[in-house]
């Protein structure tokens, strides 16, 4: 997904360019910000989901033979 920028300014003062890329950083910034914090806020609901069906005991690695009996004894 490619990001536009538009710099926009009053017609009455025209921005410098250092000062018209600094807005544009800027804006950049922010977007790369929100971008991160929804990022963090789905990873933080995807570990509550996961907390709330069963503990971290439950999540433990098995062995490829002792799934398939936990498998076989849950059907």
């Given at each position: 997904?490619?990001?536009?920028?538009?710099?926009?300014?009053?017609?009455?003062?025209?921005?410098?360019?250092?000062?018209?890329?600094?807005?544009?950083?800027?804006?950049?910034?922010?977007?790369?910000?929100?971008a991160a914090d929804r990022l963090d806020d789905r990873q933080k609901?995807?570990?509550?989901?996961?907390?709330?069906?069963?503990?971290?005991?439950?999540?433990?690695?098995?062995?490829?033979?002792?799934?398939?009996?936990?498998?076989?004894?849950?059907?």
């Amino acid at each position: 997904m490619e990001n536009h920028y538009e710099i926009l300014t009053p017609q009455s003062t025209p921005l410098t360019n250092a000062q018209s890329l600094a807005l544009a950083v800027g804006q950049k910034q922010r977007d790369e910000q929100q971008a991160a914090d929804r990022l963090d806020d789905r990873q933080k609901s995807r570990a509550q989901e996961l907390a709330s069906h069963g503990s971290v005991d439950n999540m433990k690695v098995m062995s490829p033979s002792r799934l398939r009996e936990r498998l076989r004894a849950e059907r």
